[in-house]
């Protein structure tokens, strides 16, 4: 006979459709979206998304919160997993059962935590190309992956790859990699995404671990600088070009200030690449070598 919580657990598994089953698996790999982001990128209107979000929080596979804000009144809900969430996920992939305490743990790493804005960011530039999917059939965001798949030693290594690949502490730390198709092509790509905090040195030595990660690999995926505004894009471009214009990495860079005022979106005509002529390339414009299946999936650990 099931237990009372393999029967919760069955339930919920038997409310849930594919579309939601997306969104947890992307809570669970990335913490946290917000109410726009959810919505843009996985339902046909504003007004539907929440009603799903809040039929889904009253199921009790999510929760929310809303911050405050430093100047006064409060941010938009974010949402988590709730603890049946990830059992559900976790269920799902195989993966080891989590504690009871699993999601509060979470929520309160998640809360407290300084990057909090950054990881926002990240998460709301994959899910732009999400909503992109939901637009345009031929479309699909095949892979997204977060910052934490790269944190370990063994990260880039593939079958028969060199075993130095493993070894190698100054491999590049991508704040995500995802693999976006359009039209039939398919580009894999990793994102450094930048919110101006940092010098434009600081960005550009990133730069050093992919040209390290090209000189033991035969395959080159596009490393893609999303930043706050064109004027810091220029300037990035001119630093990089008096430092070397002939990195072994593809290079490509995007504004956001140019995305949102030409209301565009990062799979389409938005991305300068470093040494090249002419106009902006579209994602899957974006020149790359080897195949976007070659990284294995990271398995969630759960502490």
Do not use: C
């Amino acid at each position: 006979m099931a237990s009372r919580d393999d029967a919760r657990l069955l339930r919920a598994q038997a409310s849930l459709t594919n579309r939601d089953l997306r969104l947890l698996e992307w809570l669970y790999d990335h913490g946290l979206l917000t109410t726009d982001q959810i919505t843009i990128a996985l339902f046909p209107s504003h007004d539907f998304g929440q009603r799903r979000l809040l039929r889904l929080t009253r199921l009790s596979v999510l929760t929310r919160f809303r911050p405050q804000r430093p100047t006064g009144g409060t941010f938009p809900y974010h949402y988590v997993l709730d603890q049946l969430g990830i059992e559900v996920v976790a269920a799902q992939r195989g993966d080891p059962l989590p504690r009871r305490s699993e999601a509060r743990r979470q929520l309160h790493r998640l809360t407290s935590r300084a990057r909090l804005p950054h990881l926002l960011g990240v998460n709301g530039f994959f899910t732009a190309l999400a909503a992109y999917e939901r637009q345009h059939p031929g479309a699909s965001l095949d892979r997204w992956w977060p910052e934490s798949a790269f944190q370990n030693r063994g990260a880039y290594s593939v079958a028969n790859a060199d075993v130095r690949v493993m070894l190698e502490s100054r491999l590049p730390r991508p704040d995500g990699h995802g693999v976006f198709t359009d039209a039939g092509v398919s580009v894999p790509f990793f994102l450094e995404y930048d919110r101006g905090g940092e010098s434009l040195t600081v960005l550009a030595e990133k730069i050093a671990g992919y040209e390290i990660l090209a000189g033991y690999v035969r395959w080159r995926w596009p490393v893609l600088f999303w930043l706050p505004t064109a004027r810091r894009e220029m300037n990035l471009h001119n630093l990089l070009t008096s430092i070397d214009s002939r990195f072994k990495a593809v290079i490509a860079t995007a504004a956001a200030d140019f995305v949102t005022a030409r209301a565009l979106n990062p799979a389409e005509a938005v991305w300068w690449q470093l040494g090249r002529p002419g106009g902006r390339l579209r994602l899957t414009e974006l020149p790359y070598e080897g195949d976007a299946d070659l990284l294995d999936r990271p398995r969630k650990e759960l502490r």
